[in-house]
């Protein structure tokens, strides 16, 4: 499925074409970013966290021009139905993926203040694990969007909570290592909110696979369960 629908108007079908491309565009350069401070994180490399942050201001320039180009289709196309949850869906994706470089901003933010002390290694290695299956589920959503693949997105929202089980773990042995050192704690915080940010682009890369799901089959699933979107729309259980 392309995700949009054919017209006489061929301009309005590029118009619709250059906002969606424009998000995956947008949402290639934010896997590279996310890799970037993952990897910066873990190597305390302040040069690539410092790159992550410069590079921010290019993700909230994506935001403003696909807005301001969902923007001129309502102005000059009106567009109805199906056009419409398209433009709306990619207005709320941009959305997300915009505040997805807020988190990844805040993980290289972590990283720098990392770096100038040392922290055990197998704490590095728990939040790199946590950090690869976020990259994989926003790899995941992104793909679905592309394709506007309902199946896709439905099996795509249900690793979120598998994320979620892995920060709660992870959070379990922070807290663990904060009470037996508390010498610990400074730098055992930074990496906690490094793990919150990374769990929230969890959450993010849900909501995209919602929008997915509101524009091909109409209803806005915001709100409802997973157990809920399966038993109406399909999906793995």
Same mark, same amino acid.
């Given at each position: 499925?392309?995700?949009?629908?054919?017209?006489?108007?061929?301009?309005? $079908? !590029?118009?619709?074409?250059?906002?969606?491309?424009?998000? #995956?565009?947008?949402?290639?350069? @934010?896997?590279?970013?996310?890799?970037?401070? @993952?990897?910066?994180?873990?190597?305390?490399?302040?040069?690539?966290?410092?790159?992550?942050?410069?590079?921010?201001?290019?993700? $909230?320039?994506?935001?403003?021009?696909?807005?301001?180009?969902?923007?001129?289709?309502? !102005?000059?196309?009106?567009?109805?139905?199906?056009? /419409?949850?398209?433009?709306?869906?990619?207005?709320?994706?941009?959305?997300?993926?915009?505040?997805? %470089?807020?988190? @990844?901003?805040?993980?290289?933010?972590?990283?720098?203040?990392?770096?100038? %002390?040392?922290?055990?290694?197998?704490?590095?290695?728990?939040?790199?694990?946590? %950090?690869?299956?976020?990259?994989?589920?926003?790899?995941?959503?992104?793909?679905?969007?592309?394709?506007?693949?309902?199946?896709?997105?439905?099996?795509?929202?249900?690793?979120?909570?598998?994320?979620?089980?892995?920060?709660?773990?992870?959070?379990?042995? /922070?807290?663990?290592?904060?009470?037996?050192?508390?010498?610990?704690?400074?730098?055992?915080?930074?990496?906690?909110?490094?793990?919150?940010?990374?769990?929230?682009? %969890?959450?993010?890369?849900? $909501?995209?696979?919602?929008?997915?799901?509101?524009?091909?089959?109409?209803?806005?699933?915001?709100?409802?369960? #997973?157990?809920?979107?399966?038993?109406?729309?399909?999906?793995?259980?």
């Amino acid at each position: 499925m392309n995700g949009y629908t054919d017209h006489t108007s061929s301009s309005f $079908n !590029a118009d619709l074409e250059h906002v969606r491309s424009s998000v #995956l565009e947008m949402g290639g350069l @934010i896997e590279a970013q996310l890799d970037k401070a @993952i990897t910066a994180l873990r190597d305390s490399n302040l040069t690539l966290a410092e790159d992550v942050i410069v590079t921010d201001t290019e993700i $909230n320039r994506y935001d403003v021009s696909i807005d301001e180009g969902c923007t001129r289709i309502f !102005a000059l196309r009106a567009p109805a139905a199906s056009d /419409l949850r398209l433009v709306q869906t990619v207005i709320r994706t941009t959305t997300d993926l915009e505040r997805i %470089g807020d988190e @990844i901003k805040r993980v290289a933010k972590m990283a720098i203040a990392n770096s100038k %002390g040392s922290a055990s290694a197998s704490l590095y290695n728990r939040v790199e694990h946590l %950090g690869n299956s976020v990259k994989a589920t926003l790899h995941r959503a992104l793909d679905a969007f592309a394709r506007m693949n309902v199946d896709a997105a439905i099996e795509v929202a249900g690793e979120d909570k598998r994320i979620d089980q892995e920060y709660e773990s992870m959070m379990r042995q /922070l807290m663990t290592f904060m009470m037996e050192d508390p010498r610990s704690i400074p730098r055992i915080l930074d990496i906690m909110w490094a793990a919150r940010s990374l769990e929230r682009i %969890g959450d993010r890369c849900q $909501n995209i696979c919602e929008y997915i799901i509101y524009y091909v089959k109409g209803k806005d699933v915001r709100h409802t369960s #997973l157990d809920s979107i399966r038993a109406e729309f399909g999906g793995d259980s």
